[in-house]
């Protein structure tokens, strides 16, 4: 098990516990099947899903059996989509099947937490930010409003082999953090607040480095059991 930093006060998490994690990049038609059955997934266990999309037009993705969380586009030079969503496992999870409007390349990271409160997993809605240009995207801050949520951040940016992205660093004070992609680039990372109230996140860093660029950040928030 993973533990986190807790935002603004160090320590560890007390409650939800990361099982497992996937990342990949799936470059086939409207639809594709994430293989999950070698990952550790339980009964109760939340399973969180962001997806990157490097389209010029505002794409349309679902995940069979999931809550969609969010769905942003971003029209520059570079277009980003990123969406992100939830779902509390039954256990019987073997395969994911993701539908898009586009046949596209699409990035994705997985996140397993575990201890998670099955009847409001969400602590409070998600928040997101955009940037059209070399700037990237900042964190948005939530107001949580249960103690030890976990917080998980996410950054999707788009460039072009003529306007190279640079790599994307971790935001300081976070833990679990996943970075890939090269042209299309999906990050993530995860940190505890242990106090309910607004969070005060460090953002991302490298990444956008051309006004032709986009970027989308995310934020989401989940309540312990």
Same mark, same amino acid.
């Given at each position: ?23 990949? &990049? ?8 994430? !293989? ?8 109760? !266990? ?14 349309? /993705?679902?995940?069979?059996?999931? /809550?969609?969380?969010? %769905? ?5 030079? !570079? ?5 992100? &969503? ?32 099955? /009847? /409001? ?25 249960? %103690? ?27 833990d679990n953090f996943l970075a890939t992609g090269n042209n ?19 953002? &991302? ?21």
């Amino acid at each position: 098990m993973l533990w986190h930093k807790t935002i603004g006060a160090g320590g560890i998490s007390k409650g939800i516990t990361l099982a497992d994690t996937k990342t990949d &990049f799936d470059n086939t038609d409207n639809s594709f099947t994430i !293989d999950v059955s070698n990952k550790d997934i339980q009964a109760d !266990d939340l399973i969180v899903i962001c997806l990157m999309i490097k389209k010029p037009s505002n794409t349309t /993705t679902s995940i069979s059996g999931f /809550t969609k969380d969010a %769905d942003v586009y971003v029209n520059s030079t !570079d277009d980003s989509n990123l969406s992100v &969503f939830n779902k509390v496992a039954d256990g019987t999870e073997t395969s994911l099947t993701v539908t898009t409007n586009v046949t596209q390349g699409c990035r994705y990271h997985i996140y397993v937490w575990r201890g998670v409160d099955t /009847t /409001t997993p969400i602590d409070v809605a998600i928040a997101t930010n955009t940037s059209s240009n070399a700037t990237m995207a900042s964190s948005p801050n939530v107001t949580t409003a249960t %103690d030890n949520a976990v917080v998980m951040q996410f950054i999707g940016v788009a460039g072009a082999g003529a306007r190279p992205l640079d790599a994307i660093t971790q935001p300081s004070g976070t833990d679990n953090f996943l970075a890939t992609g090269n042209n299309i680039k999906l990050a993530s990372c995860s940190s505890v607040q242990e106090t309910a109230g607004t969070t005060s996140l460090n953002n &991302f860093g490298g990444g956008s480095n051309n006004s032709g660029h986009s970027s989308i950040a995310a934020t989401l928030a989940i309540r312990p059991a």
